[in-house]
């Protein structure tokens, strides 16, 4: 199987797809010895042997690593304003970055993986994978409110109706959505007039935090990547009609 030389330059964390290509125009990367300038050119990553600047570049071993995320960390890999980042939470090395985002003070489930082409699958809108929430409101929600959550709030961005919303306690709600979008659980409850003070994801897909403590991560492998893509609208799916 064939990759863009950039594809795997990046992959290799060397640098980004835009940079990478800007490494090869510059001469700076040969294939089997010879130095490639074509950034469209294409690489057998078994066959080929790539070197950046005179040095073999080697795809690092594919991790997976699922986090209970603590309030007080940023999911993402640099941020020069954030006190912590969740990256801080796993092995350095091979390096990582979260699929998606958690806001600072939401806990919870976050996937970190050094796996590109998983990540922009996971990610794009189109993946729809189920998230679960329990949520903890500042007051309780009416009967008439949680119908409303129910049966779907605009907002600002386009209308969002959850997959399932149900009361599990006083001021506690579970909530099962599909949307990626920033903010969007905060955001429905704020939409009937009431605010979260806490919010755990412990579910995505298939995968589950288990008995997994706080700031805690476990490794995952293919088989666990593989029934969490396959789980994609799994429960929810409507048949097409007939007719």
Request: glycine share 6%; no cysteine.
């Amino acid at each position: 199987m064939t990759i863009k030389i950039s594809k795997y330059l990046s992959e290799a964390g060397i640098a980004s797809r835009r940079k990478a290509e800007s490494l090869v125009e510059m001469g700076l990367v040969s294939v089997n010895g010879k130095k490639m300038v074509n950034v469209a050119a294409r690489i057998d990553p078994k066959k080929d042997k790539i070197e950046f600047e005179g040095k073999a570049v080697v795809l690092p071993t594919l991790v997976y690593y699922l986090l209970n995320k603590p309030a007080g960390y940023t999911s993402t890999t640099e941020d020069k304003h954030a006190e912590k980042l969740i990256t801080s939470l796993v092995p350095k090395t091979p390096k990582v970055w979260p699929v998606g985002r958690l806001d600072k003070y939401t806990t919870g489930l976050i996937l970190l993986t050094n796996d590109g082409d998983l990540t922009q699958k996971l990610t794009h809108p189109s993946y729809e994978i189920e998230k679960e929430y329990e949520i903890v409101a500042n007051l309780p929600l009416t009967s008439n409110e949680v119908g409303a959550v129910q049966r779907g709030v605009k907002l600002e961005d386009g209308f969002v109706k959850p997959d399932r919303f149900e009361t599990i306690g006083e001021n506690r709600y579970r909530i099962v959505i599909h949307s990626g979008k920033k903010h969007i659980v905060r955001r429905i409850i704020e939409k009937i007039g009431k605010n979260v003070i806490d919010l755990q994801r412990i579910r995505v897909g298939s995968l589950t935090l288990k008995d997994l403590p706080s700031g805690k991560w476990r490794s995952l492998n293919a088989d666990d990547i593989k029934k969490m893509s396959e789980s994609k609208n799994k429960e929810t799916k409507k048949p097409k009609k007939r007719g």
